[in-house]
Structure formats: C-alpha cells, structure tokens
C-alpha cells in the first residue's frame, strides 16, 4: 500500500546536527513533489520545506532556511532532511508528506512522523 | 505569510449532530484550501483539497465550502470515529500555511 516511513529522529544538543529519512512504498516516487512539516507536541502545523520531483526545486520555511537541506533519491524511494544548527525550537515531530499534485499543494500521504528533541 | 485563524477553538457536539467549522484567511487564498483530521498520535488525513473537493475514500458526510477568504467544513451527522482536532491549510502562496486547529469533542 502508499506508505511513508520516516526514521533518524532522536536527542541532539543544541548546535548539533541530524538527519532524517523517510521511505516511501506503493507509489511512483520520482513522480511527485515531497515535503517535510513539523508539529511540537500539543501544537498545530507548520511547513518546513519541499523539494521537486526532479530535485530541481526546493523552497524553505523562513525558520530554517540556510540551517536545514532537503533532498531525495528516487532510485532509492527515498526523502531526505539535513538538520543542522539545531535549536530547542525544533524539538518537535517531523513528519514527510507527498503533495498531492494537479495543481494542488495539499498533503495527501503522510508518514508516522519521527520525533526530535534539541537538549543538552 | 498568509494567517489562517480557525473557530472555533473547541467545538463541543453530540454524535449524529452538524457540525460546523470555520477557515478564514487574512488575505484570499481564492480556493487553494485544504482540510485535515487528525486524531492523537496519528499523522494528519487530508479530507477535502480545492476548498470543497472530498480526498479519496473520505466519507461524503464531510463537505468544505467557500473561496476567497472564508472557508467552512460541515460533517453532516456526526460518527465516533470523527472526534478528533481539525485543521484547514492555505496553499495559494508559499509557505503555505495551517490554521491554528478546532477540536471537534464530545458534547
């Protein structure tokens, strides 16, 4: 079935760096924008990035830009964000999620989500 | 960025009852607007995209109206299943945008 699957979250000091993958199943892959959204626990949403189908885009969030990479690998099915410069305002739940298409930039698929904490 | 500010904050309401929730945008987003439901620890479903079309396999008894800068959800008769926090998203410009959520609870 259409699946995403995230993974590399955990517990990094401030300052530090991370990486977080997500893995997608059940679909073209190379076919479809993809993105990265946050949620702090309790909290509601907020956009992190996208990239293209093709890599050949990516936009960021304000909040991240210059500090966070996305990238993908579409013989590898897989979604990719670089973390660095971590701050304790990005403890929160990543999750990956695959823009919908046609025109339209809702979020169809979603992952589980993979949590990170920025503490010393 | 384009505001999006959700009403109420909690919406208190009997199974099998209408319920009604409210997106307005601080600007027009003309139609580029999304729902979702989301449920403790689980990840956000989207239900309607294009302000009032249904996503695959979502119940009908979920419709979205509006355009511009007011947006409504309206699940016509409440189920168990559908207590759970709901939030719209602007995507008419970037960075898109979620509203701050309505908590859909059991009155």
């Known amino acids: 079935q259409v699946q995403l699957v995230e993974s590399g979250g955990g517990l990094v000091k401030p300052g530090g760096s991370l990486s977080l993958s997500c893995a997608a199943s059940?679909?073209?892959?190379?076919?479809?924008?993809m993105s990265w959204i946050r949620q702090a626990p309790g909290k509601g949403l907020e956009w992190v990035s996208y990239?293209?189908?093709?890599?050949?885009?990516?936009n960021y969030a304000d909040s991240v830009k210059g500090r966070f990479i996305i990238s993908r690998d579409n013989a590898k099915n897989s979604l990719f964000l670089q973390m660095n410069s971590l701050r304790a305002e990005d403890s929160t739940v990543y999750y990956c999620a695959r823009l919908i298409g046609g025109g339209h930039d809702a979020f169809d698929i979603w992952g589980q989500g993979t949590m990170v904490t920025v503490s010393s | 960025e384009i505001v999006m500010t959700q009403s109420p904050a909690t919406l208190s309401v009997s199974p099998g009852e209408r319920a009604t929730l409210s997106c307005r945008a601080r600007?027009?987003?003309?139609?580029?607007l999304a729902w979702y439901q989301q449920k403790p620890g689980q990840a956000p479903r989207l239900l309607i995209y294009g302000a009032s079309t249904r996503a695959t396999g979502i119940a009908a008894r979920f419709s979205g109206s509006g355009s511009g800068t007011e947006f409504t959800l309206t699940i016509s008769s409440l189920q168990s299943e559908d207590f759970a926090v709901y939030y719209c998203q602007q995507y008419n410009n970037w960075p898109t945008t979620f509203g701050g959520g309505t908590k859909v609870e059991t009155k």
């Open positions: 059940g679909f073209t892959f190379s076919a479809y924008y």
């Open positions: 990239i293209s189908s093709g890599s050949t885009y990516t």
């Open positions: 600007q027009s987003v003309n139609n580029n």
